[in-house]
């Protein structure tokens, strides 16, 4: 099979270096920024482009997304759908904007869409509310989402400058260089709309109200980032908050980068998971995981055992 990644950061770069290894696959072409720029990969640099119609001049089967902003990633797979790939993408930016629009475009062209990778690194999140709506009405969620900022928390919970654990977070591989997307809640409220498309069928109209992680509102040992959404007379209510009152054991004994999640049912069950949720080889692992469901998927298409 013919893959395409686009994006080659912490995740981009942990997936091609994960299929230029594997003889199933040919890589065709990454698609990246700049080209020349070094990477921590051995790869051609013939593969590199920044031209995405390089990538659909090489007909690849599947498009692995993994670009760092939205609206290039949301256009890079619509983009790949039309010209009849399947998509897995671990950008929650991008498949955030209209998970809806996405799954009717990938069936509109007979092709798939993936994006476990998305959301909880290597927790199966997605996995979890969907196995929860199969058995019955969601009525809310209620997980730590983004392992750059629990990581920074316990740190700041031992003690440590906020400037201090920000930098151990990026020496760990789990802050980007500019971290404003964690710190400011738009990774987890990014999050948050999707898991509210998988359980409730619809993503909340308006923007997600978060809470910003400052030097100024860190201060207090247990605080956690809780990502929830509950659904109320047909309103989705969701909120990203810094609160050290969760009174929940799945969440207060998270370490590092870990990621949590609880599904409620309308009659009463609850579904958890949880897992690392940040760094490279945790999400290549998810993303590699859809890109296994992809292959099936066309095997059975095929008539192949």
Not at 133 to 155: C, D, H, P, Q
Not at 177 to 190: N, V
Request: proline share 4%; hydrophobic share 45%.
């Amino acid at each position: 099979l013919k893959v395409a990644v686009a994006g080659c950061g912490v995740v981009g770069g942990g997936v091609l270096g994960r299929l230029l290894n594997d003889p199933r696959y040919e890589v065709v072409g990454v698609l990246v920024r700049n080209p020349k720029k070094a990477r921590d990969v051995d790869c051609p640099a013939s593969l590199f482009t920044s031209n995405p119609a390089d990538l659909w001049a090489k007909k690849p089967d599947i498009v692995l997304e993994a670009l760092s902003e939205g609206e290039a990633g949301h256009a890079v797979i619509r983009a790949a759908l039309e010209a009849g790939c399947d998509v897995a993408s671990a950008n929650k930016q991008a498949v955030s904007r209209d998970p809806g629009g996405l799954q009717e475009l990938a069936k509109a062209n007979g092709r798939r869409i993936f994006w476990s990778a998305s959301v909880g690194g290597g927790s199966p999140m997605i996995e979890t509310v969907r196995a929860a709506r199969a058995a019955g009405e969601v009525v809310g969620f209620e997980a730590v989402l983004n392992g750059t900022v629990n990581f920074m928390l316990e740190r700041l919970g031992d003690g440590a400058a906020f400037n201090e654990a920000l930098a151990d977070a990026r020496a760990a591989g789990f802050a980007e260089e500019d971290p404003s997307s964690d710190l400011e809640g738009l990774d987890a409220a990014a999050k948050v709309r999707l898991l509210c498309h998988e359980a409730f069928g619809r993503s909340p109209d308006g923007d997600v109200p978060r809470d910003h992680l400052t030097e100024a509102t860190s201060a207090a040992g247990g605080v956690r980032q809780i990502g929830a959404a509950h659904l109320k007379d047909g309103v989705i209510r969701p909120l990203v908050s810094l609160n050290a009152d969760h009174g929940d054991p799945l969440f207060s004994t998270l370490r590092g980068e870990g990621n949590a999640l609880k599904v409620y049912g309308a009659d009463g069950r609850v579904w958890r998971c949880r897992g690392r949720g940040a760094g490279r080889w945790a999400t290549t692992e998810s993303i590699m995981a859809d890109l296994a469901e992809i292959v099936r998927a066309r095997r059975a298409d095929a008539g192949l055992n």
